[in-house]
Nanobody
Framework: VQLQASGGGLVQAGGSLTLSCAAS????????MGWYRQAPGKQRELVAV???????NYADSVKGRFTISRDNAKSMMYLQMNSLKVEDTAVYYC?????????????WGRGTQVTVSS
């Protein structure tokens, strides 16, 4: 299983970006899928997760600004980021959890840089 995140870039504060995560296989069995981020000198933190029934959960810092979604038919996950703030600057990683024979495995994409300028 390979995950490839894309869509990062440089944007001014208040702007928007949409991140995409492409999976090399069907994502129907991935539960949950999510986005994490890691800023310089900080630990990786959860941004948003989505499970197969469409339920979502967000970090308090992004609630109301970010929207996570998944398209099982296309094996894609997205993160729509609006009203970006300087503190959203980080490398963003997509994550997917797969349970096979009762054994969970976490898969990570390589990350995409998001830089928000003031």
């Amino acid at each position: 299983v390979q995950l490839q995140a894309s869509g990062g870039g440089l944007v001014q504060a208040g702007g928007s970006l949409t991140l995409s995560c492409a999976a090399s296989t069907s994502i129907l069995s991935f539960n949950p899928m999510g986005w994490y981020r890691q800023a310089p000198g900080k630990q990786r933190e959860l941004v948003a997760v989505i499970i197969s029934d469409g339920s979502t959960n967000y970090a308090d810092s992004v609630k109301g600004r970010f929207t996570i979604s998944r398209d099982n038919a296309k094996s894609m996950m997205y993160l729509q980021m609006n009203s970006l703030k300087v503190e959203d600057t980080a490398v963003y990683y997509c994550n997917a959890r797969l349970v096979q024979n009762g054994i969970p495995t976490n898969y990570w994409g390589r990350g995409t840089q998001v830089t928000v300028s003031s």
